[in-house]
């Protein structure tokens, strides 16, 4: 709760819908998956980045939702089956360790192979009417 004051930019349409008493929601959400899906690449890592945005139809309320997937094809440098670990080095050179939920994953990679990785983030804004009690 609370009261805060920002300038929203020219991108944010359909002001004229806003009324006093409507409360803007936002909401973040981050993800990162490893499919650990051996790749027939040429050996190099790569990025791959692919952003999207969504908003306002005329006459709704304002709203927006931008979001971001980014895949790279990173090396496996690490492999703790017992502790269900895995260390993958991207195109920037970065080490990135996770935990992998399902063990059965880690059967069949190996330091050296390749892997794919998908980060996902998205950020959405929404003016919404209360509820009347």
Same mark, same amino acid.
């Given at each position: ?75 496996? *440098?690490? /492999?703790?089956?017992?502790? =269900?670990? +895995? ?8 080490? $990135? @360790? ?10 069949? *990679?190996? /330091?050296?192979?390749?892997? =794919?990785? +998908? ?8 003016? $919404? @009417?209360?509820?009347?009690?």
């Amino acid at each position: 709760e609370g009261e805060s004051k920002f300038i929203a930019g020219p991108e944010i349409k359909n002001f004229d819908q806003i009324k006093k008493g409507d409360r803007l929601n936002v909401n973040y959400e981050l993800a990162m998956a490893i499919e650990l899906i051996k790749t027939k690449s040429d050996g190099i890592r790569s990025k791959v980045e692919t952003a999207s945005e969504t908003t306002s139809k005329p006459g709704e309320k304002p709203t927006r939702l931008i979001s971001n997937t980014t895949t790279i094809i990173a090396d496996i *440098v690490a /492999v703790d089956r017992a502790k =269900k670990l +895995v260390s993958v080095k991207g195109p920037s050179g970065k080490v $990135t @360790t996770v935990t992998v939920k399902n063990p059965q994953l880690l059967a069949d *990679v190996n /330091v050296g192979e390749q892997v =794919k990785v +998908v980060y996902y983030d998205a950020m959405a804004a929404s003016i $919404t @009417t209360p509820k009347k009690k």
